[in-house]
């Protein structure tokens, strides 16, 4: 079993950054690939970035060249650094965790762009 605690999440002016956390119940080392979802109003949930347990990243073209995922393994967390957020980028934000064929979820946080 894999808990997952998300913070980080807040209203933020278009052009400004926010830095996303998802803390890991279990060891980084354990767990295969981690990523990020966003789900906007009216809309279904989307991959936006994902890192593997090797250090191989991907996003989503939405988010390409703004966000960047990376770990700290000391400290079993994953983050999403966010830059130049647009309005567009508003929505709840979920941290997953997948390990041994399980998927994992978090409690999702609500990042806002608006001015």
């Known amino acids: 079993q894999v808990q997952l605690v998300e913070s980080g999440g807040g209203l933020v002016q278009p052009g400004g950054s926010l830095r996303l956390s998802c803390a890991a119940s279990?060891?980084?080392?354990?767990?295969?690939?981690m990523g990020w979802y966003r789900q906007a109003p009216g809309k279904q949930r989307e991959l936006i970035a994902v890192?593997?347990?090797?250090?191989?990243?991907n996003y989503a073209d939405s988010v390409k060249g703004r966000f960047t995922i990376s770990i700290d393994t000391a400290k079993n967390t994953v983050y999403l650094q966010m830059n130049s957020l647009i309005p567009e980028d508003t929505a709840v934000y979920y941290c997953?965790?997948?390990?041994?064929?399980?998927?994992?979820w978090g409690q999702g946080t609500q990042v806002t762009v608006s001015s």
């Open positions: 279990v060891s980084i080392f354990s767990i295969n690939t």
């Open positions: 890192i593997t347990s090797g250090g191989s990243t």
């Open positions: 997953s965790a997948g390990q041994y064929g399980h998927a994992y």
